[in-house]
């Protein structure tokens, strides 16, 4: 897997507004001691009203099947075995934006 990479991963169930279940996730990270960071999808398209999300729109590219937001506020790291298969990569305009809404949110330089 390499970052920009979206495959479906298994979430644990938590309960409030984590993610839970199989969803796409997009790769952001490297995998290091079989761990990886992932920013969550979802299709609820209510979402984009919290800051730095972003709207995704379903390509051959990306294999996503409806229009879906990238749910860059809930950074999660998983273990890798939990990601089922890869389904498509981000277009990489999309991982640019992504990206900058990360660093935005971590004030980062």
């Known amino acids: 897997m390499k970052q ?4 479906l991963i298994d979430f644990i169930s938590f309960k409030g507004h984590e993610q ?13 001691a079989n761990l990886i960071v992932v920013v969550p999808l979802t299709s609820k ?11 995704i729109y379903p390509s051959e590219k990306n294999g996503l099947k409806s229009k879906s ?3 860059n ?28 809404n990360v660093k935005a949110l971590l004030k980062l330089k």
């Open 45 to 55: 398209l209510e979402a984009l009203k919290y800051n730095y999300s972003l709207e």
């Open 20 to 32: 839970s279940g199989l969803r796409p996730a997009i790769i952001m990270s490297e995998e290091v």
């Open 69 to 71: 937001v990238a749910l």
């Open 73 to 100: 506020f809930q950074l999660r790291v998983i273990d890798k075995r939990k990601i089922t298969k890869k389904i498509g990569e981000i277009e990489k305009e999309i991982l640019e934006k992504i990206k900058s």
């Open 4 to 7: 920009g990479d979206i495959c």
